[in-house]
RNA sequence: GGUCUCUUGGCCGAGUGGCUAGGCAGUGGUCUGCAAAACCAUGUACGGCGGUUCGAAUCCGCCAGAGACCUCCA
């Protein structure tokens, strides 16, 4: 198929040649939000960026099933194992169910990955549909003999699992760094090494989400519905497992272990992580309430931000760095990403409209060349962008008239021109309601620029200029052209 | 405290031994009645100090600063 595709694997810490297990079929997992709060924009980042790499490979050709679960269970507080999940406290801070606090928050997840033109993913698992499928996956584990339960609570045992298995491989640290690294935990603590963690857990009386099991009522560890859902749909070994770098150590460092511990086959041949949204240096999460709400970002409603950005602006900001570096975020910043997009988006109108001639002076097939080496490597957005801006250049200078192009080429450049823009990095030109009143409006406003056309026509510049500027302050953009006009909002 | 990463011109951000990244902003020009757009031109950029090399932003060492993970977060 496409053996010129490298991705970074965190598992080598290298960029490996991408060959599926099962070509043309591609499994991919990426962990989803946990829905008991807004996903904020760092948030969303993750989910775009891996929207650009599941579109690259559709691009590519390879039949991709993209699982991207919603954790709706088992999601504790703090780092012991014990207590409330999140859902639970968040039920009781809002007055409603857990399972309306993950109704709403699914909702809002749905709205925010649509209004970023995010493809939804093939199956997207909840960890409350999956439960009997954890607690097969623990009463093996349990068999296996990597596991012990301690009244009614299923622990994972990690220094004899890393005794057949090195546990700390994902993040390249030995379990004897590990454990010296791990804090000490107050209170009483029944399990038996400080690095074990829940499969899991028993609910307490008052606990509203739980079910029954081998070992009474309880409700399943975080760690655990990946490794059950991922196995379920993608098998016990897979091409692609994503998430944000904060998984790496501690999540995904488990998931390995359980999957190897139920299956005996390491379950991902490729990992790859994505790097955080800072904000003025800062990792933008929900802990240090610095997390910008997508629509706070649309409206310009924060304190930290002079006015609002569309949607697709956001999108082509995050495309603009690469997926494995840190973006921090910043109004200049995303006014420079707000023009370079809109200069983006003029060209793909302009392009529409270019004629071909009986000759080319421009060369399209090194373009396209470039395009995929840019994205062959690591899904290099960044360089994919630069090229796209050779695109445009060369766009505006053909109907400049400056640079000829072929019929054959033409085409071939619009094909490049959707393949990347469009499909690839997902990016629309933002879309102005189609009512019938936007309708009107335009007419309206073509009316009142042949008025000015005419005022021009008879040298009566004032008029033509008052026309203009009040026009400006309205928003409209007007561009004159040779024999007519152009006008944007 | 342990482990690790990063530091690129006014801003954002690629690049990993020699070849102009790119965008935004700025400056000069072409075009236009003026403007906008577009096009052309334009910047001793690689945290500091040393080392390796014919050659280092890119490799090595030290120093400084920032951040991440180890504890819920994409």
Redesign the pocket.
């Given at each position: 198929m496409n053996n010129n595709l490298h991705v970074y694997n965190t598992l080598s810490r290298k960029k490996e040649v991408f060959e599926p297990l099962n070509e043309p079929f591609v499994g991919m997992y990426v962990?989803?939000?946990?829905v008991y709060s807004d996903?904020?924009l760092?948030?969303s980042?993750?989910?775009i960026s891996f929207d650009i790499i599941y579109r690259y490979l559709l691009h590519l050709g390879y039949k991709v099933r993209y699982v991207r679960n919603i954790?709706d269970a088992g999601?504790?507080?703090?780092?012991r194992d014990e207590g409330d999940d999140?859902f639970a406290k968040k039920a009781k801070l809002e007055k409603l169910e857990p399972m309306e606090i993950v109704q709403k928050y699914t909702l809002g997840f749905h709205d925010v990955m649509r209004i970023f033109n995010t493809l939804p993913p093939s199956i997207e698992p909840t960890a409350t549909g999956h439960i009997s499928e954890q607690i097969e996956m623990v009463k093996e584990i349990l068999n296996n003999g990597y596991a012990y339960e301690k009244d009614g609570t299923v622990y994972f045992d990690v220094e004899k699992y890393d005794k057949d298995h090195p546990y700390g491989l994902l993040?390249?640290?030995k379990l004897q760094?590990?454990l010296?690294?791990?804090?000490e935990l107050s209170g009483q603590d029944e399990k038996k090494g400080?690095?074990d963690f829940a499969l899991w857990i028993k609910a307490k009386p008052e606990t509203l989400m739980k079910w029954p099991s081998p070992w009474g009522w309880g409700f399943p560890g975080?760690h655990i519905e990946c490794s059950a859902m991922s196995t379920k749909y993608l098998g016990e070994t897979f091409d692609i497992h994503g998430?944000?770098?904060?998984?790496?150590?501690?999540?995904h460092t488990n998931e390995i272990a359980q999957s190897q511990a139920c299956n005996h086959t390491a379950p991902v041949k490729y990992w790859m992580h994505?790097?955080?949204?800072?904000v003025n240096?800062?990792?933008?999460?929900?802990?240090?309430g610095n997390?910008f709400l997508p629509h706070e970002l649309f409206t310009g409603d924060h304190p930290l931000l002079e006015r609002g950005y569309s949607p697709m602006v956001v999108r082509f900001?995050m495309a603009?760095?690469?997926y494995?570096?840190?973006?921090?975020f910043?109004n200049?910043?995303l006014?420079?990403?707000e023009?370079?997009f809109q200069?983006l988006m003029?060209a793909g109108e302009t392009l529409n409209k270019l004629n071909a001639e009986s000759e080319s002076t421009v060369n399209v097939a090194e373009l396209k060349a470039n395009c995929y080496k840019a994205m062959d490597?690591?899904f290099?957005t960044?360089?994919l962008?630069?090229q796209l801006?050779?695109a445009?250049?060369m766009?505006?200078?053909i109907?400049?008239g400056?640079e000829k192009i072929n019929e054959a080429d033409l085409n071939e450049l619009k094909s490049i021109y959707n393949s990347f823009v469009v499909d690839v990095l997902g990016l629309k030109a933002d879309e102005l309601t189609q009512s019938s009143e936007t309708e009107l409006t335009a007419d309206l406003i073509d009316l009142i620029l042949n008025i000015r056309l005419d005022a021009?026509k008879n040298k009566d510049?004032a008029t033509?200029?008052k026309i203009?500027d009040e026009l400006t302050k309205k928003g409209i953009?007007?561009?004159?052209?040779k024999d007519g006009f152009e006008w944007e909002v």
């Open positions: 962990c989803g939000p946990t996903v904020h760092g948030n980042r993750t989910f954790t999601h504790l507080e703090g780092d999140k993040t390249n640290r760094d590990l010296e690294g791990t804090r400080r690095l975080w998430g944000g770098m904060d998984l790496q150590a501690t999540h994505t790097n955080m949204l800072t240096g800062a990792r933008m999460s929900k802990s240090a997390g900001f603009q760095s690469h494995r570096s840190t973006l921090d910043s200049e910043a006014q420079g990403a023009k370079g200069k003029t490597d690591d290099n960044p360089v962008i630069a801006f050779d445009v250049k766009i505006n200078s109907k400049d400056k021009k510049f033509s200029d203009r953009k007007i561009k004159d052209t």
